[in-house]
């Protein structure tokens, strides 16, 4: 019954020990996230700087020649 | 709309092929035969149930669903924690002795066996990181930190996942039977509040359309007509449970004393894009249910879980273990095949065909 409790006692230590991991982990891809939206944020921003800039007509398509922008 | 069924995953292995194991170990080639007889055989019998999904019956799973990926591993030993089981016995864990952590197989291995020997959907199981992170030992293995084995833990599961997905599997069933084990040895709940946080890290990976197919199992163990944990209320585990951003729960409810409690819990937490699969045969409970009480338990499920977020399963695999042969071949055929006749019986009365 001892050796079970000690065992027991173990197994806590260990998983909470992860946890700790697991968070960091976890901020880690929270963090990547954020920069991942900045990114595409940036990118968006200057793509409607470069669209709203240019005087010529313009107009984008799908591969299947589809109309996709303006919509 | 049919209420969909769907097996857990494991069946008793063929007493021939647990005996052959004891004797010259999982891996002998000259095991080959018996592996694929004990497959085949699976597969023939599941499909005469008429369970519309099936699965390989984990025949090839060694030693059990919790370490067939890791073991056989170089770097691990074979003294990780033991799980104590109500019957008496413990079932003991594989340990991390070095890094790097890598899997030595992936279930999709086992998957494209089944699927290459039924026109019928194949679902498979593969065991959750939160599990396998136990495996990491107390004390820090130098050169390799407890962050760069989550890390790798995570690749792992993400790589098993996706290759089952992109073979065509019906469903992948991540085996989360720690669940109610992580409060029984925590009760203030941070060490499953950790679990859900480490296989959520891992579902974040995976598309919404990825997720619909990716579902949890929840039981309180089973080996040896056993559990590990039921004594632990329902009540404690599934508030947590439904924050899995998976598609699918596989809850086991067969078994419990009180199945209407857990089904108004079940209600009460459960989210709008997640299907409940019901337990509704005990593969710990010796008796064949008949098709008529398993009818009876999904009338019953269906009062507190709405038709179209309704399955039904099985409450565990019938042999997690591989040498576990407490439950027979027969017996474990017999109440799928009740599980498969008591939901049809159960959609004509609900309405569900």
């Known amino acids: 019954m001892q050796g079970q409790d000690d065992e027991e006692e173990l197994l806590r230590s260990v998983a909470l020990q992860n946890a700790k991991s697991i968070l960091a982990a976890r901020q880690r891809a929270e963090q990547e996230l954020v920069a991942a939206k900045e990114a595409l944020r940036e990118w968006s921003e200057k793509l409607t700087n470069i669209l709203e800039s240019i005087t010529d007509g313009f107009i984008a398509t799908d591969k299947e020649w589809r109309l996709t922008s303006p919509t | 709309m049919p209420i969909p069924t769907e097996p857990i995953g494991s069946i008793p292995r063929p007493l021939r092929l647990i005996e052959a194991v004891a004797k010259v170990g999982s891996e002998a080639p000259s095991l080959e035969p018996l592996y694929e007889e004990a497959i085949r055989d699976t597969i023939v019998r599941f499909e005469a149930t008429g369970s519309p999904v099936i699965s390989d019956g984990e025949q090839r799973k060694y030693h059990n669903f919790w370490t067939y990926c890791v073991h056989g591993l170089p770097n691990t030993t074979a003294e990780g924690f033991a799980i104590p089981f109500s019957a008496g016995h413990t ?5 991390l002795a070095s890094g790097p952590f890598r899997y030595r197989r992936y279930a999709d291995s086992y998957l494209e066996v089944a699927m290459r020997q039924t026109q019928l959907p194949v679902k498979q199981a593969v065991i959750s990181p939160s599990a396998l992170s136990l495996m990491y030992p107390p004390t820090r293995i130098p050169g390799y930190s407890r962050e760069e084995f989550i890390d790798d833990l995570l690749g792992e599961h993400e790589t098993e996942i996706r290759r089952c997905l992109q073979k065509g599997a019906h469903k992948v ?5 720690e669940g109610r084990l992580a409060i029984k040895i925590d009760p203030s709940g941070d060490l499953l509040n950790s679990f859900i946080a480490l296989n959520n890290l891992a579902l974040a990976r995976f598309s919404a359309a ?4 990716i579902g949890v199992h929840t039981c ?18 599934l ?3 439904f924050e899995l951003h998976a598609g699918n729960f596989y809850i086991a409810l067969a078994g419990e004393r009180d199945p209407v409690r857990v089904l108004k819990i079940i209600r009460q937490y459960m989210k709008p894009n997640q299907r409940i699969f019901a337990g509704v045969t005990g593969p710990i409970d ?16 269906a009062k507190y879980i709405p038709v179209e977020q309704l399955g039904t399963t099985d409450d565990c695999g019938f042999s997690p273990f591989s040498d576990d042969t407490s439950t027979s071949r027969d017996t474990a055929f017999a109440k799928i095949r009740s599980r498969v006749l008591g939901t049809a019986l159960a959609a004509r009365i609900i309405g569900a065909e």
């Open chain 2, 210 to 213: 990825e997720r619909a197919r």
């Open chain 2, 286 to 301: 010796p008796r064949v249910e008949t098709p008529e009480e398993v009818r009876d338990r999904v009338v019953q499920a």
């Open chain 2, 173 to 177: 069933q991540v085996d989360f039977t």
């Open chain 2, 239 to 241: 508030p947590s449970l």
């Open chain 2, 220 to 237: 309180p163990g089973g080996d040896l007509d056993s559990t590990h944990s039921a004594d632990i209320d329902y009540a404690e585990l």
């Open chain 2, 91 to 95: 079932r003991r864990m594989l340990r």
